[in-house]
């Protein structure tokens, strides 16, 4: 049962995941994920300092709202002359940096492992169980992550029109009155949940790999967005499977084993992808070369 | 006499799309020759491909009778404006020092003649007073000459500039007309990728008509005529009359 | 008074701040070309890149030695930067997405590297740790002698080759116009990165490495319009914030060095966002309120004189 829960959970983040990262890549954004995980650290600490328990709804709210507040701080500062990369990475050392010492500030009051926080391991979710009376709801991590991704989903094919246009051409969309900055929020508030939700289950780096790896692995295959949006969820949730299978005969870190795996299907669709693939590309080439004088 | 750039059978390719194809050509020494053709015709593809950025996908490039490799000293370069952040912590002068670079090779500092010899280039462009002026102040004209001044600094044989009257004001474009009278009488060579038809027959001995071939080459009297122009621009030329030579591109 | 005269008596203390200080110099002077190369986000890559290295050199030669463990990092710090390098370059993939790529799959296999070590050698991993969180406070003379001879090595290299590098920030391909072999001198910068972030991840862990190669860059730019003043100052904002965090954690309880660190460097990344002389917000906002009440005054002048 342990595999099934692990795998099952492992796809729900690779599917959320992968959605987002098709946008966050097409708006030249994808270190955005790394960048929130850190940044949410201060977060988790005010929360558990304020609520004073490891319940996980107030970690979810204050992280939540330290993510989406970093995208606010990262946002302005781009509008006031900070080079992109720059106000991303001051922010989010910043941040972090923030939380490392507020945990050392207050390190009799919290029992917060900072190993724990930022690398939660995917292999013990099936013994976190949610009970709701004397009912057994299985694996809390299930509810959680598979809560953000309907919510995900809901969001996405509700405004998916817009999305898709603020995404690809904004001047466009602002022109035609959508509220630009309000969808790019919007995303940023997405993105903050569910890397918030599924890091404390399965690990920041994972959610970090599974915003990015699938979704350009599917960028390599497509030149359209709705196939985009589908492969990248389809290969999200192979590396969560492939990599599981990986982990066991292995024993490592299972996490880990997905992270990899998402980045052995890039590899090979950066070789062997139909017309974006290095070798269809040298292919063609050759063609060229060879064309008679 | 080897001409300065001899071009055969080139053919450049973009991932699976023919850019340029069956590129044949001659140029003549001495003389200021335009490139015209409409957007996409492999205008500033042609230029990248003879100063050896770009792979070719057949065909040979030979400049003064030998390949690009040994020859880069002989090419000044003026890019367009747009390839450069202009926001970047340097001077107006710094940049036209750079022109010299090539010629100092590695690891040497550029010295008093290298740094009078660029004040030089400033001047001809009409810039010597903004020499010490953030390069993030000057205007889009401004930035042009900048460039020119840059490609001056060079000391080359053969100047390829890529689109330099582009939407620049009056003062720069007298500058650069200035300058390439300068070159036409130091008997360099000179290649302009150029928009505006109006002013083709004023500034250039030699045209080159493209839109991914070479669709006429030849002095500007024999080549700019209504029918190649359509040849070259397809139905984005209105003729707006036939006697003094005025089109427009849509 | 005290404090200072007690806390130097500390045998490390002096070390320690050695340690930063270098490190600040050393990171600030190739963080100016990352930044101006639109690369600011590469330090945290690289340091993230390191793990597998670590782990490997570990695995392979069994040994705590920080020299190997560097080798390793330095290994898989310049495959991690050859990988963003050719992704780029041979796909449609962009800049960024190869950054978070290579950071976050290249992270994944050291984690898995690491629970193969923990397991066939009894859990006992503790001088890996020190590696990815940083450890300044246990820095020691041999340490920094490495230290300091890569800092020299660095900054020895950049004064070298700055006229090199300043074109293939500006413009690259008219360095190749020029001659200059430019894809060499892109993969120099990047090994170049690899070591400083090798240097200091020991002491001082990977985000404290991340913030240091971008924020005391960042920062310098608002003070000067001058490439060769921006790597001194930069340089300069680096070492501050050493000494400053290196300082203020002594007076700290229970607090490391690392984050202390990354926190001056941010205080004087905002002080140069609002305070700096032209490119500063505050003279910014300045100049424009005059320019605007310039503006209404000549309008009204212009409708006077209408009427």
């Not at chain 2, 029918?227 to 006697?243: A, C, F, I, N, P």
Request: one cysteine or more; hydrophobic letters at 50%; proline letters at 3%.
């Amino acid at each position: 049962m342990s595999s099934f829960w692990i795998m099952l959970i492992g796809s729900l983040v690779a599917s959320s995941c992968g959605i987002l990262g098709c946008f966050l890549i097409l708006r030249r954004m994808a270190m955005l994920g790394d960048a929130i995980s850190h940044a949410i650290l201060p977060g988790i600490v005010f929360a558990f300092l304020i609520s004073g328990s490891r319940e996980s709804f107030p970690m979810l709210v204050g992280a939540t709202l330290v993510g989406l507040l970093s995208t606010i701080i990262i946002q302005w500062m781009k509008q006031n002359g900070v080079q992109a990369d720059a106000a991303l990475s001051v922010t989010f050392t910043a941040l972090f940096a923030l939380g490392v010492i507020l945990i050392s500030l207050y390190t009799r009051q919290i029992d917060l492992d900072l190993d724990c926080v930022l690398y939660g391991e995917i292999a013990y979710v099936q013994w976190d169980t949610w009970q709701l009376g004397d009912l057994n709801m299985g694996p809390r991590a299930l509810w959680m992550v598979g809560g953000v991704f309907l919510l995900n989903l809901l969001i996405i094919l509700l405004f998916f029109k817009q999305f898709k246009l603020t995404t690809f051409d904004p001047a466009l969309a602002a022109a035609v009155g959508i509220p630009v900055a309000f969808f790019h929020y919007l995303l940023m508030g997405m993105v903050s949940l569910t890397t918030v939700a599924s890091f404390e289950s399965v690990g920041a780096i994972l959610v970090v790999a599974m915003l990015i790896a699938p979704a350009a692995t599917a960028y390599l295959w497509t030149d359209r967005f709705h196939l985009m949006l589908s492969l990248s969820i389809l290969f999200g949730i192979l590396s969560a499977i492939g990599g599981y299978l990986l982990a066991v005969p292995l024993d490592a870190s299972i996490a880990g084993c997905m992270a990899m795996m998402a980045g052995i299907l890039f590899l090979f669709s950066f070789l062997f992808a139909p017309r974006h693939g290095l070798v269809s590309k040298w292919w063609y080439q050759r063609k060229w070369y060879s064309k008679p004088q | 006499m080897t001409p300065p750039i001899e071009i055969q059978n080139l053919s450049v390719a973009y991932h699976k799309k023919l850019v340029l194809t069956d590129i044949h050509y001659t140029s003549p020494k001495g003389e200021c020759i335009g490139i015209i053709g409409p957007n996409g015709a492999g205008k500033s593809t042609l230029l990248k491909a003879i100063m050896g950025l770009l792979p070719l996908a057949t065909g040979t490039v030979l400049i003064d009778g030998q390949p690009i490799k040994q020859q880069r000293h002989k090419i000044g370069y003026v890019p367009q404006r747009e390839s450069v952040d202009w926001d970047f912590p340097t001077n107006v002068f710094d940049v036209v020092l750079m022109g010299r670079y090539g010629k100092l090779g590695w690891f040497r500092r550029p010295n008093r003649a290298d740094r009078q010899f660029a004040m030089e280039c400033l001047e001809k462009v009409g810039m010597a007073e903004l020499a010490d002026r953030q390069i993030s102040q000057l205007s889009g004209g401004q930035q042009q000459r900048v460039f020119l001044a840059r490609a001056l600094a060079q000391e080359a044989q053969i100047y390829l500039m890529d689109e330099p009257f582009a939407g620049v004001d009056a003062a720069t474009e007298k500058a650069i007309i200035h300058v390439l009278h300068d070159l036409k009488q130091q008997e360099k060579t000179v290649f302009v990728v150029h928009h505006d038809l109006q002013t083709v027959e004023e500034y250039f001995d030699s045209l080159l008509l493209l839109n991914r071939k070479i669709i006429a080459a030849g002095p500007t009297k024999e080549v700019f005529q209504i029918d190649r122009l359509q040849q070259t621009y397809g139905g984005k030329l209105t003729v707006l009359s036939t006697q003094a030579n005025a089109f427009m591109v849509r | 008074m005290t404090f200072f005269t007690q806390w130097f008596q500390e045998p490390n203390a002096l070390w320690v701040m050695i340690g930063t200080t270098l490190l600040g110099i050393s990171s600030g002077v190739l963080g100016s070309f990352a930044f101006l190369r639109k690369r600011g986000l590469i330090g945290d890559v690289l340091a993230h890149a390191a793990l597998p290295g670590i782990c490997l050199a570990f695995l392979i030669t069994g040994s705590k030695n920080p020299f190997t463990f560097m080798i390793g990092a330095i290994v898989s710090g310049t495959l991690a930067s050859l990988v963003i390098i050719w992704v780029t370059r041979y796909s449609r993939i962009k800049e960024d997405t190869a950054l978070g790529l290579v950071l976050s799959v290249f992270f994944g296999i050291g984690i898995v590297l690491l629970t193969q070590i923990q397991h066939s050698h009894n859990g006992n991993q503790s001088g890996l740790d020190k590696f990815l969180f940083g450890q300044s406070a246990a820095l020691v003379e041999s340490d920094i002698r490495v230290m300091g001879i890569s800092a020299v090595i660095l900054i020895l290299i950049t004064f070298l080759l700055f006229k090199e590098l300043k074109i293939l920030c500006f413009d690259p391909q008219f360095g190749a116009i020029l001659g200059f072999p430019m894809r060499f001198l892109d993969l120099l910068l990047m090994f170049l990165l690899v070591i400083a972030v090798v240097n200091g991840l020991q002491a001082a862990g990977i985000v404290l490495m991340a913030a240091l190669l971008i924020t005391p860059a960042a920062a310098a730019r608002y003070w000067t319009e001058r490439l060769d003043h921006m790597v001194l100052i930069s340089a300069g904002i680096g070492a501050l914030s050493g000494i400053l965090g290196t300082i203020m954690s002594g007076m700290i309880e229970h607090m490391s060095t690392g984050p202390i660190i990354v926190i001056a460097a941010t205080c004087l990344f905002l002080i140069s966002l609002l305070l700096a002389p032209k490119r500063g917000l505050i003279s910014r906002w300045i100049r424009r309120y005059q320019f605007q009440k310039k503006q209404q005054i000549r309008t009204t002048k212009g409708r006077e004189s209408l009427e």
